[in-house]
């Protein structure tokens, strides 16, 4: 069974950074593109960038400028790092294969105030 473990994300103030990481127990880390998505209150959960097994990037409009994804294949790990954040990036923000295959971890609550 594989399993994502996310941290990094808590309290910031409109403007502020994060890094966001997360862990994946499977094998073959390195051979998968990964990605990361969010959910807000209210709405659907969103994919908001993907990396390829060649580095490859890809982000949501919504985020674009202000996100960075990287992976350490080493490490089974997937960062984002996330700079002049604002109100409406508040969400609970989550990685997955991309496109997603397996289930979801606990996710990394992301709260930034105005």
Same mark, same amino acid.
């Given at each position: 069974q594989?399993?994502?473990?996310? @941290?990094g994300g808590?309290l910031?103030q409109?403007g /502020?950074?994060? #890094?966001?990481s997360?862990? !994946?127990?499977i094998?073959y880390? /390195?051979a998968f593109n990964?990605g990361?998505y969010r959910? !807000?209150p %209210?709405?659907? #959960?969103e994919?908001? !960038?993907s990396?390829t +097994? @060649? %580095?490859?990037t890809?982000?949501?409009?919504s985020?674009? %400028? #202000?996100v +960075?994804?990287?992976k350490?294949? !080493?490490?089974?790990t997937?960062?984002?790092d996330?700079s002049?954040l604002? =109100?409406?990036?508040?969400a609970?923000?989550y990685?997955?294969?991309? =496109?997603?295959l397996? @289930?979801?971890g606990q996710?990394?609550?992301? +709260?930034?105030?105005a």
């Open positions: 594989v399993q994502f473990v996310e @941290s808590g910031v409109s /502020g950074s994060l #890094r966001l997360c862990v !994946a127990s094998n880390f /390195g990964m990361w959910q !807000a %209210g709405k659907q #959960r994919s908001v !960038a990396i +097994t @060649s %580095g490859k890809n982000y949501a409009d985020v674009k %400028g #202000r +960075t994804i990287s350490d294949n !080493a490490k089974k997937v960062y984002l996330m002049n604002k =109100p409406e990036d508040t609970v923000y990685c997955n294969q991309d =496109p997603v397996w @289930s979801w996710g990394t609550q992301v +709260t930034v105030s």
